[in-house]
Nanobody, 119 residues
Framework: QVQLVESGGGLVQAGGSLRLSCAAS????????IGWFRQAPGKERVFVAT????????YYADSVKGRFTISRNNAKNTVYLQMNSLKPEDTAVYYC????????????WGQGTQVTVSS
C-alpha cells in the first residue's frame, strides 16, 4: 500500500502561483509514478499531470500546459506541482494518486488540498 499526503493549497489571486506537494510513504518501491488530478465543485475529477519516478517522464493536460510544472524528488519520495499564472477556473480540490506500473491507472489517492483562485 502507498500512502499519499498533499499539501500547499490555499487562496491566491488570479495570475499568482502556488506549489503543491505530494509526499508518498509505504510501499513506494512499487510505485511507477504519481499523477495530479483536480475536482471543481459540481464537476468530475479530471487529470492534470503525471510523472514517473524512474525517468521523470511527464505528461500534462492541455488546460495546464505551459503554466503548471510537475517534478519529483526521489530522495524525499515527494512530487511537486508548480502552478503559475493561475486562473479562477483552476479552483478545485487537487489530489495526487499512485500510478500503476506501465499503465494510466491509479490506485491509491491522497485526501486532497483546496486551491482557490480569486478574480
Amino acid at each position: 500500500q502507498v500512502q499519499l499526503v498533499e499539501s500547499g493549497g490555499g487562496l491566491v489571486q488570479a495570475g499568482g502561483s502556488l506549489r503543491l506537494s505530494c509526499a508518498a510513504s509505504g510501499r513506494t518501491f512499487s510505485s511507477y509514478g504519481i499523477g495530479w488530478f483536480r475536482q471543481a465543485p459540481g464537476k468530475e475529477r479530471v487529470f492534470v499531470a503525471t510523472i514517473t519516478w524512474r525517468t521523470g517522464s511527464t505528461y500534462y493536460a492541455d488546460s495546464v500546459k505551459g503554466r503548471f510544472t510537475i517534478s519529483r524528488n526521489n530522495a524525499k519520495n515527494t512530487v511537486y506541482l508548480q502552478m503559475n499564472s493561475l486562473k479562477p477556473e483552476d479552483t478545485a480540490v487537487y489530489y495526487c494518486a499512485n500510478r500503476l506500473g506501465g499503465t494510466a491507472e491509479y490506485d491509491y489517492w491522497g485526501q486532497g488540498t483546496q486551491v482557490t483562485v480569486s478574480s
